[in-house]
Structures are given as C-alpha cells and as structure tokens.
C-alpha cells in the first residue's frame, strides 16, 4: 500500500507549506517542488513497469521501434514541462508557465513530424 | 534540553511512519528543508526587532542558497531518471 505512505507524505508537506507560507514564500515553493520529486522516485518501478508491458505489445505488434519511441519521448517531454509549468504556476508566474507550455508543444511538434510523413506515405502509396 | 529530545523524538517517529522502504533520505530532506525555513524566518524577526535589517536580508539570502542546493540536486537526479525512462536523449 504505497499510496497511503503518498497520501501521508502529502498531507505533512501541504501542513508544512502552509505554515511557511505566510513567512517565507520561496522556501513552501521549494518544498512543493522536492515533494513532487520524491513522489517521482517513488513511482518510478511502476512506470518502468509500465513501459517495459508497453514496448513488448509493440513488439508483438509488429509497431517499428521508431514510433514507440518517439511516444515515449513525447510522454517524457510532457511530463517535464508539466513539472516545471506547475511550479511556475504555484509561484504565481502564470507567463512564464505557459512560455514551458509553448515550448514543448513545439518540441512535441518536431518529434512527430516523421510521423506524420509515415502517415502521408502510406496514404500516397495506397491512393491509385 | 528536555524540549529539544522531544522535538527530536517526534521527529524521528514522524520519519519511521513515512518511511518503510530504505527511503529515509528522500523524505528526511522534507523535513530539513521546513525546518531551514522555521529557523530561517525566526531569525530574520529577530534581527528585525534587534534593528539589523541587512543582516536579516542575508540570513534569508543564506537560508534560500542552501536549500536551493539541496533542492537542485534532486531535480536533476529527477531529471536523469525521466530521461533514462523515456530516452530522451
């Protein structure tokens, strides 16, 4: 039951950031950050789990490595700039939040373009 | 003294509660960083109070630098392990 020792850890630190809120803004803003962190670690066996099922599917689909790869780039692309974007965001600087937004939304762009040229090749290739 | 072992006593049953896996280090540095700020804050008043606003100014400065440094190494070691996980290289 790992999500109790979460749902603990959580409750701690949001009375803890409460506390020091009032006082010192940037050391409850530091705190949110490393909980969010040490929640990660914590996570981080069930989603390798989780991504070592989904490349034996591709596998056993017979999915080219180059697509599953570039989904797990963007999944990984997403998850940091949320990260960062929340942070900004708690901070109160929503411009700058949404400047992280913008920008993996253009990374996220330029790793599926090869994608979507797949998809126009096999649309050309099936069109008479 | 008696109020320090008990502060510390909570202390350490706060962290045997959280922490059942070897993961002590990770949520100990939590609880480092709340009480950097509690003393940090209690500090900067007295210094206010006792007229020593620059010194105020730099024990709050002092107080953000330290945990700054605790706090990138987590981040990075955040960062490594997403993009081991996802190869974004």
């Known amino acids: ?128 | 003294m008696e109020i320090f072992r008990r502060v510390i006593g909570y202390y350490d049953f706060l962290i045997i509660i959280l922490s059942k896996r070897g993961v002590k280090v990770e949520v100990d540095i939590l609880f480092k960083i709340a009480a950097i700020g509690i003393v940090i804050s209690i500090l900067s008043k007295v210094l206010d109070e006792a007229g020593r606003k620059e010194q105020a100014q730099m024990t709050t400065l002092a107080g953000v630098v330290i945990v700054l440094m605790m706090v990138i190494q987590l981040v990075s070691q955040l960062f490594y392990n997403v993009k081991t996980m996802f190869q974004l290289y």
């Open chain 1, 1 to 128: 039951m790992e999500i109790i020792q979460i749902v603990g850890l959580c409750v701690v630190t949001t009375i803890l950031v409460v506390l020091l809120r009032e006082d010192r803004p940037e050391i409850a803003l530091q705190m949110s950050i490393v909980v969010g962190v040490i929640i990660l670690l914590r996570m981080i066996n069930q989603i390798l789990a989780i991504v070592e099922y989904l490349r034996d599917l591709s596998l056993r689909a017979n999915i080219s490595n180059l697509y599953i790869s570039t989904v797990f780039k963007i999944i990984g692309i997403a998850y940091i700039a949320e990260f960062g974007s929340q942070i900004c965001k708690d901070a109160g600087s929503h411009s700058i939040a949404s400047k992280i937004e913008f920008s993996a939304k253009v990374f996220i762009l330029v790793l599926s373009f090869p994608v979507l040229m797949a998809v126009m090749d096999l649309i050309i290739k099936i069109l008479p």
